[in-house]
């Protein structure tokens, strides 16, 4: 086994997709210190800074000495302290929904609500470019499985048409990201919401990177689309915008409750600790009272977007911070971002399998911190190496 283990490591090395973490020592805001060197960061989801936000350093500090590092035990145990109901019921009025429930990532929220909401009989229609945990998620039902073209509400309604029902009880699911984490668009919700009306189908929209970015009080893509009521279940999750860690889902209570029973995910996994519930808590209150940090967020998505589509790069219908430059070929990608690296620009090159073959990048995202400085010395080295 192990030889055939450096068989494929050796490969992944000679195609230039070996990967190994850059181990960070340091955070200041944007800067990370790496290898006694610092780094300005162009590679972050925390696109409001609330990760280093004194607020929510404070609030997990204060919760984490009165309930400790670790929650000790899965939620319907002993895990669910005051922070952990708290915290949901402050999702639930932020999404403006009944209730909603707390997962120890966004990855495993993605499986635990899809896995115990779709049975075998059911038919899910999922977007080809839809976030790995999505797709996952999706395989592991075991039920008809179909994709459609990204973003394209034709051809998802084309595969509707053709679907067959298997049984009376049999479901629909269209299941979405609301923006995509590679190339930065957004979901057709409008359609795709009146595609489920049209065929009888319920919406799952997962808003990891909406959450917190989109619309007037930051609820996300389907808030900004209008369409806050009109999907049916909406994932989301702490660790990007928000600054923290932990996937949720919201929705009717019934949805909630039947979910907080039956969930595997939910169920046999220990806890979040309570600190990390109560810097999230902390950052909901952030993001209501400081709206000037989305503006800061926007101000500078907008800047470094026209600077780059002046300098001749398209943006694949990038809608949000995150600003993919195709670049094709792995290798050229590669050297591009270690170019970059060398000049303490941290721009990692994102490669197959997380892009298809043909279609590495430079991903991009800007954030709320980053200075106008910053922003212009990325654009120049990319206007050498580009």
């Known amino acids: 086994m192990l030889k055939r283990l450096q068989e494929e490591m050796t490969e992944l090395n000679r195609e230039g997709l070996l990967r190994k973490p850059r181990v960070i020592s340091d955070i200041d805001g944007v800067r990370v210190k790496i290898e006694g060197r610092w780094y300005v960061s162009f590679c972050s989801n925390d696109y409001l800074g609330l990760a280093q936000h004194p607020a929510l350093k404070q609030a997990m500090i204060k919760a984490t000495k009165e309930f400790g590092a670790g929650a000790g035990a899965a939620r319907l ?29 966004g990855y495993a929220a993605n499986l635990g609500v899809i896995t115990t909401l779709v049975k075998k009989d059911d038919i899910i229609f999922c977007d ?27 051809h998802l309604e084309s595969l509707l048409r053709k679907s067959k029902i298997q049984s009376p009880k049999s479901k629909i699911y269209i299941i979405t990201d609301a923006i995509f984490s590679m190339d930065g668009d957004g979901a057709p919700l409008k359609e795709i919401v009146r595609l489920a009306g049209k065929y009888k189908a319920y ?113 694949r219908n990038s809608v949000s911070p995150i600003i993919p430059i195709l670049i094709g070929d792995t ?25 298809p073959e043909g279609q590495s990048r430079l991903r991009i995202t800007v954030t709320a911190m980053h200075t106008g400085k910053q922003m212009d010395g990325l654009l120049e080295e990319l206007r050498k190496q580009l």
């Not at 595997?264 to 979040?272: C, D, E, G, H």
């Open 331 to 355: 290798k050229k990608t590669v050297a591009i971002s270690e170019a970059l690296w060398k000049k303490g620009l941290y721009v990692p090159a994102i490669r197959p399998p997380t892009v």
């Open 128 to 154: 080809e470019l839809n976030h790995a945990s999505l797709v996952d998620a999706a395989r592991l039902t075991k039920t008809q499985l179909h994709i459609y073209r990204h973003c394209d509400a034709a």
């Open 203 to 315: 919406t799952i929209v997962d808003e990891a990177h909406g959450t917190g970015v989109f619309a007037k009080n930051g609820r996300g893509w389907c808030e900004a689309q209008g369409l806050g009521k009109k999907v049916n279940v909406i994932i989301g999750t702490a660790s990007k915008a928000l600054g923290s860690l932990g996937g949720f889902v919201s929705g009717k209570q019934v949805l909630i409750d039947y979910i907080r029973n039956k969930s595997r995910p939910f169920i046999f996994t220990t806890a979040l600790p309570a600190g990390t519930c109560a810097a999230t808590i902390a950052a909901l209150k952030v993001l209501g009272s400081e709206p000037g940090l989305r503006k800061r967020l926007w101000d500078n998505t907008d800047y470094m977007k026209r600077r780059l589509e002046q300098m001749g790069y398209g943006l």
């Open 77 to 105: 145990l002993s895990g669910t302290t005051t922070l952990h109901h708290q915290l949901e019921r402050e999702i639930a009025r932020f999404k403006q929904a009944d209730d909603a429930l707390l997962f120890t990532s």
